[in-house]
């Protein structure tokens, strides 16, 4: 059966660092990624090609993507804090604070219903499951994901993660999630950013990286 590869914070890459997925001892080995959403050749022009980009980088792991500085990379602007509260025998939640200090997003790792984790981002998404909000297609190789009355899909595209809207001819690329040995990046296209995408593509990366179960 396909092992799910957005679930253990996995990346097709020989370079992987522990800190980035959240991973340590005890966890599950970290599979390739499998599959790949078939679109039309040539998918969509590249985003080296995209005119207007805005590019943002995970870093300072401390030790995790769970607990991090969230910079845009042209002037190392921190736009958001994230931390992860462990609560004794308890997951605790993770909060991404704006520049304001205010929450902007919440994950609930284990609710009181006892049901899987939660997210909510400030203004966008509703509390929901996360496995309802970012939905695993059933050969487990892309999600799909709802936010500002829109359908995306996140997709593996080679070594990286990319976020379309489907339905199209030649989807339309709005955001790529790459990664080094210390960081992980999110680069956004113009009407990304235009859209208010930014913290929705926040909080599916820290979920599809973070290493842990999210369905």
Known sequence: MPMNPFTQGCWPTSTKNNSISGSGPGTVPQPSLL???SFPSPVIASLEAQTSLTSFRFTSFNPTILNLTFLRQS???PYFRVWTDHRPAK???T???DEDKKPTII???APED???PIVEVRDVVSKRRTGEWLILSEDKSYR???ALGKTFIWTPQGENLCLYAPGLCTPELFARVSRT???VYLDLTAEAVRMGLLPVCVAATLLLQCGRKID
Do not use: F, Y
Request: hydrophobic letters at 35%; glycine letters at 20%.
């Open 35 to 37: 599959g790949a959403l």
């Open 75 to 77: 002037d190392l602007r």
């Open 91 to 93: 997951e605790g939640s």
């Open 95 to 97: 909060v991404v604070n």
């Open 107 to 109: 994950v609930e790792w």
């Open 114 to 116: 006892g049901g899987g």
């Open 144 to 146: 799909t994901m709802r």
């Open 181 to 183: 040995e210390d960081s």
